[in-house]
């Protein structure tokens, strides 16, 4: 919020506090000022001066000597290469010891013979432009329209000897987004009285002709809406002051009726907007929701298709300006207005912020309405713009008006006094709490020990007796608050929870591994859906919506992490990085079962910790080098991966795989299908996996088991089973480990299919160690063993030996 100390000046007497001084008391009470801005950029001895005489240079033809009153006494001599100075003219002079705006320093120069005591300036060496003051953008010397006195200081004329704060104001504290809302806080720190806001206006006599009809259909979303008219409308530049306070703000001039409007928007923190009587059709006024298929032309010259969700002001035809956003370009104030209607409206935040986004348009007004506006900031803020109106003499104020919603009832806080110290941690006598909230304004009393405070309109913030000891100590000071040693305390250890150790584990290998993280949105398009080939019924399937979406491109949560990195593989090829290996950690969030929303305590979908892995690089990644990286991150957590033939449409059917741990999914992995690599634009082969982190790092216990290396030698056999060709021969493995516990280990080294074997058939090859702990396995032993495993392929598997 930009605060400029001239215009707080106005309404607080800051006597000898420093811009410094002041930003520290601020900070104490909880405003951070950003930055202390001085506009006069360090320029220092301009004036104003007025040419008396000019003669030509005798030495230099393209040089004019100007005689010249800085209002010290004999004129000064200048020499100038300009054109456009005659005699007469009121100029900005550089004196002799003068600065300019980029720190040049001015001396008396010889030119040519004449002895130059000084420089006449243009806008550019002062550092303005023609919102500062119309013509400084003039090829030449600028010339001031104004009789200004020779040796008149030009800051004072530029209104640049002024110092502008930029204060940070917190949530819950709109009524500070103002000049007079940082005006009551700089009385109350500096214990200060406040000057009121000038708000009377004098008002003529007739106007029936004035009237215009105020309609509010949605007062929902527009709680508070007033209006009031004024004829004799006179459309000029607004006085110095105020276009110098608006410059200040940033805020550029452009006439007296739209700067009025932007006057009180900075000083009393209420959004206003003028209305040309003339262009309002039927002369009515409708605050309504906008009708299907409407559209409105701003005033930014940008026309705009409206919703039927978003509220508008129309008259008797069309929407005039969109409530809250901007007004549109046919309704405004113009140099032939001669009457206008000035709107002063309360509405509801959440619908200003969601249209000012659904449209991509930020104004001021929407700025503002987005941080909150109370119920009694139109009639302040509508009062104030009728007193300016008045005041300019820019026309005369109608009697009638309209008040559609009424000033907020009153707001009383009471609570025992004695809180305050118990929240405090300190006593606080109620001589100090009385007079900190005199400061404040807040009107009160406390009697049998129960202060009872009325709180104003605009401190929404303040609803209990902790809200008042904290506006006691952030006033009173904080230094107040004395350290006292702690009777009982318990210290607790540090350290990251378990998720998160977890994660940095698994972080920490996949880097080692050549893996690059990524994070990617968690909001994603609806569309990722029939690009990874998923249909609703699917689990990975993306279907919890968002109520208030930024757009339709985020307007569902992702149900898996495959579109993001995805994505960014795409980016990564279409860059000509054509070999890496990504990750990304993050949530994804599906729908729960039976949930609905809007109906459960619980949110109506579940949340999942998740990692995902995508590699690509020619021949040197494949279906097995990615399979080698999830089998080091389940190395990595001591679990035990299983693996199934996966059927997820976005994986090719004959390189992927769904991944289990103790017999329950966990994730998948393989190749991309062709069809979600064209969807995605992936110019070459892609590999995939994704794993519930969650519950990975839930099984892992972190605990380290060993046990004593085998004093008897382990055996082998190799056994060669025929079997169907569909059967999944990492599940036949699962199963013969059951058949003897002296089975150690279980290896597939080859699967044959061919001449030798009967159609429709396969051969795997497969490994068995067996391992005895206690004893030296004997010929029986092992026979037995292997018996008992081809029982078990033929009776579940019909797989038998071949021979």
């Keep these: 919020m930009k605060l400029p100390l001239n215009w707080l000046k106005e309404y607080v007497d800051v006597g000898t506090t420093t811009p410094e001084g002041l930003a520290d008391k601020l900070l104490n009470a909880g405003f951070e000022v950003e930055e202390i801005r001085r506009l006069d950029r360090g320029m220092r001895g301009i004036v104003a001066g007025r040419i008396q005489k000019i003669s030509r240079h005798e030495n230099a033809a393209r040089l004019q000597v100007c005689q010249t009153d800085i209002g010290r006494g004999e004129p000064v001599v200048i020499c100038t290469a300009a054109t456009n100075v005659f005699e007469g003219a009121t100029v900005p002079v550089a004196t002799d010891g003068s600065v300019l705006a980029d720190g040049t320093n001015i001396r008396a120069t010889d030119m040519r013979g004449v002895l ?20 400084a953008e003039t090829d030449g010397i600028m010339i001031l329209t104004e009789d200004y006195a020779p040796g008149t200081d030009m800051l004072d004329i530029l209104g640049l000897n002024d110092v502008v704060l930029d204060v940070s104001v917190t949530a819950n504290r709109p009524d500070c987004q103002c000049v007079y809302g940082m005006a009551r806080e700089a009385a109350a720190l500096l214990n200060k009285p406040i000057k009121p806001l000038e708000t009377d206006f004098a008002v003529a006599e007739g106007g029936a002709n004035a009237e215009v009809a105020v309609t509010v259909e949605n007062k929902t979303l527009c709680p508070r809406y007033m209006a009031q008219a004024a004829r004799g409308i006179r459309v000029a530049p607004s006085p110095a002051y105020m276009r110098h306070r608006l410059h200040a703000c940033g805020v550029r001039p452009i006439n007296n009726i739209v700067d009025i409007t932007n006057y009180v928007l900075l000083e009393v923190g209420q959004p206003l907007h003028a209305f040309d009587t003339a262009l309002l059709a039927d002369r009515k006024i409708v605050v309504r929701n906008a009708n299907g298929g409407e559209r409105i032309t701003a005033l930014d010259g940008k026309e705009y298709a409206l919703k039927e969700s978003m509220l508008v002001i129309a008259d008797g035809a069309k929407p005039v300006a969109i409530a809250g956003v901007m007004g549109g370009e046919y309704s405004g104030i113009n140099e032939k207005t001669a009457e206008i209607v000035i709107e002063s409206a309360r509405f509801d935040r959440g619908s200003v912020r969601a249209t000012s986004r659904a449209l991509g348009l930020r104004s001021d007004a929407s700025a503002r309405y987005e941080k909150g506006v109370d119920q009694s900031s139109p009639e302040t803020g509508l009062a104030r713009a009728l007193n300016l109106i008045c005041g300019l ?58 202060l009872k405070a009325e709180i104003p309109p605009y401190r929404g913030d303040l609803n209990d007796g902790a809200d008042i000891a904290e506006e006691v100590i952030r006033v009173w000071g904080y230094d107040k608050l004395k350290p006292v040693f702690m009777k009982k305390a318990r210290p607790t250890a540090g350290g990251k929870p378990k998720a998160m150790r977890c994660a940095d584990k698994a972080k920490t290998l996949l880097a080692g591994l050549g893996a690059l993280e990524i994070s990617t949105y968690s909001f994603i398009p609806p569309a990722s859906n029939a690009k990874l080939l998923l249909k609703p019924g699917d689990a990975l399937y993306s279907r919890v919506r968002i109520q208030n979406p930024l757009g339709e491109e985020f307007s569902v949560m992702r149900a898996n992490l495959a579109h993001g990195v995805l994505t960014a593989a795409e980016y990564n090829l279409k860059h000509r990085n ?34 995902a892995v995508a590699a690509t690089g020619g021949a040197d990644e494949d279906f097995f080098t990615l399979k080698g990286l999830v089998e080091e991150i389940g190395a990595e957590f001591r679990a035990e991966f299983g693996y199934m033939r996966s059927s997820l449409p976005f994986l090719h059917p004959g390189k992927s795989a769904d991944i289990s741990l103790g017999g329950e999914p966990i994730g998948y992995l393989g190749e991309v299908h062709p069809a979600a690599a064209k969807n995605y634009g992936l110019a070459q082969s892609v590999l995939i996996a994704e794993l519930d982190f969650g519950a990975l790092a839930t099984a892992y216990d972190g605990r380290v088991t060993a046990r004593e290396l085998p004093k008897f030698p382990a055996v082998e056999r190799d056994l060669a089973l025929v079997m169907d060709a569909g059967t999944e021969v990492g599940v036949l493995i699962d199963a013969l480990y059951g058949a003897s516990p002296l089975i150690g280990e279980i290896k597939l080294f080859d699967v044959y299919r061919g001449p030798q074997v009967a159609d429709g058939m396969k051969s795997a090859a497969i490994r068995i160690t067996l391992q005895d702990y206690a004893a030296t396995l004997t010929d029986e032993r092992i026979n037995a063993v292997m018996a008992d495993v081809l029982k078990a392929a033929e009776r579940g598997f019909k797989a038998t030996l071949r021979v």
Excluded: Q, W
């Excluded at 300036?121 to 432009?129: F, K, N, P, T, V």
């Excluded at 009471?414 to 900190?436: H, M, Q, W, Y």
């Excluded at 890496?580 to 619980?602: H, P, Q």
């Design 393 to 450: 003499g820019c026309g005369a104020v109608l009697p009638r008006s309209a008040d559609i919603g009424g000033a907020p009832a009153k707001k009383t806080v009471s609570f025992p006094v004695k809180e305050i110290a118990a929240v405090l941690g300190v006593p606080a006598p109620a001589g100090v709490v009385s007079d900190v909230l005199n400061r404040l304004s807040l009107p009160h009393k406390i009697a049998d020990g129960v």
């Design 116 to 135: 130059s005591r000084g420089m006449l300036c243009s806008g550019y060496e002062l550092g303005i432009d023609n919102s500062v003051y119309e013509g």
């Design 578 to 611: 054509d070999a890496f290996r990504l990750f990304e950690y993050g949530r994804i969030y599906r729908e729960k079962t039976g949930a609905r929303s809007g109906t459960d305590k619980e949110p109506p979908y579940r949340e999942t910790d998740t990692i």
